[in-house]
């Protein structure tokens, strides 16, 4: 009887630990289910949003052919437009038109990039957005010198109409005369704007520089033609300090405040490129002009193996409308010596509500020149952990400098000054 109550006993342990193994073997599926649906969520909310760190290269409503006589994309336009979004003609005119997106393109409520690249075998869709641009969006919150000429001509095609992609790369340093008789169209101070058309962009390159002539020519042998096929109004600055040479420290930031003001002094742009002079684009489809957001143009760097070091750099080549540079206040004036600068400028974006925008690997390519790297800046990480104190009282509101020499130069304008030193 004993034995038959035991059996009985071990029957019912048996039954029950089967059914609490078939609940925990069903609720554990379950959980790893939810587990895996969180990750998947979690992996695409993340793509979503680095993908909107990236200007995608918008389709048009038009189909695309290659020369390959040629090696040039050949839009066939089926009427849709892409106006810039800084199309006026001068800080005094008016002027409003209809711009068509692909619904490829994120609008909320402002138009999100107003730069459009042609993507290979592209095909647009029909249905489009269409919204009014006005130039009174143009923050005109400096009054240059010399003001924007009106010529009376049509606005250039918002997408140029000669532009090849890659490109190559040319490594070779003329000397300055002979530049000179390659860019006759050139006026005083490396200044072009188109003949054909109206420009829709006044940009001006502005260049840290320090010793290193043979890299400016080559970086103007290779700028100056890029620049000239994308229809720009443009203008190439160096800046430099006349007081340091040789192993002495060396302010990027600050000379780059420099050029900003200088420039703005000449001509009203609207649009400003900083520019390290080893650094030389691949790709005449990565486009020298700002969009809403600041743009980080060096993405892929050939001795970086093309890729992207990390998420928030914004050094080398990066754009900012003359709006933006003005409310972060430009570059910090603190960094003597190589390195942190960039990330300090990353941080200003950030904190003043922009985001850092870049377009595909495949089009933002630079190769950079040999040189010798600079002196590291020791107190570089101390400056960056203690940057946002720092963002309303230190850049353009400090800077401080006496011009020494300013030469419009037939390929660029030369920017020589003497520097406050940090005390």
């Known amino acids: 009887m004993r034995c038959r109550c035991l059996s009985a006993w071990s029957r019912t342990i048996q039954h029950v630990a089967r059914q609490l193994y078939v609940c925990l073997h069903s609720h554990l599926c379950k959980l790893v289910i939810v587990l895996a649906v969180l990750i998947a969520l979690q992996y695409l909310i993340t793509t979503i949003f680095e993908a909107h760190q990236f200007e995608p290269l918008f389709t048009l409503n038009s189909t695309q052919s290659r020369s390959h006589s040629q090696g040039r994309w050949i839009p066939n336009s089926r009427g849709l437009l892409f106006p810039s979004h800084n199309s006026s003609c001068n800080g005094s005119m008016h002027v409003s038109m209809d711009r068509t997106l692909s619904p490829v393109e994120n609008v909320t409520g402002a138009t999100r990039n107003s730069s459009f690249l042609l993507t290979q075998n592209a095909v647009g869709n029909a249905s489009s957005l269409v919204l009014n641009i006005s130039a009174s969006s143009v923050n005109p919150t400096t009054v240059p010198s010399l003001t924007v000429p009106f010529t009376g001509k049509s606005l250039c095609p918002p997408i140029p109409p000669n532009l090849t992609g890659p490109i190559k790369v040319l490594k070779g340093s003329p000397s300055f005369d002979e530049l000179e008789k390659k860019f006759p169209v050139l006026e005083p101070g490396g200044r072009y704007r188109p003949q054909e058309c109206q420009a829709r962009d006044r940009v ?81 489809r990565n486009l020298y002009t700002c969009p809403e957001q600041p743009r980080h143009m060096s993405v892929a760097v050939d001795v970086l193996k093309y890729k992207l070091p990390y998420q928030g750099i914004f050094g080398g080549v990066s754009a900012m409308t003359r709006t933006q540079f003005q409310k972060v206040n430009g570059f910090s004036n603190m960094f003597w010596g190589w390195g942190g600068e960039d990330d300090d400028m990353s941080n200003r974006i950030r904190h003043h509500g922009y985001h850092i925008s870049r377009y595909p ?25 203690t940057g946002r104190k720092r963002f309303t009282t230190d850049g353009l509101s400090s800077l401080q400098y006496n011009v020494k020499q300013l030469d419009l130069g037939k390929l660029y304008t030369r920017i020589l000054v003497e520097l406050a030193t940090p005390s």
């Not at 609207?270 to 684009?281: E, G, Q």
């Not at 630079?366 to 960056?384: C, D, G, I, S, V």
């Open 361 to 385: 690997a495949n089009v933002a390519r630079y190769k950079m020149l040999t040189h010798r790297k600079q002196h590291a800046n020791p107190k570089r990480y101390e400056f960056l952990n």
């Open 204 to 284: 001006a390159i502005i260049v840290p520089y320090r010793d290193r002539a043979q890299h400016l020519c080559t970086l103007l042998l290779n700028l100056h033609p890029l620049l000239q096929r994308q229809q720009l109004d443009y203008g190439i600055f160096t800046a430099s300090c006349f007081i340091f040479s040789g192993d002495g420290p060396f302010n990027r930031a600050m000379l780059m405040n420099v050029g900003f003001v200088e420039a703005l002094k000449l001509y009203n742009y609207d649009c400003f490129i900083f520019h390290d002079v080893d650094l030389l684009p691949e790709d005449d």
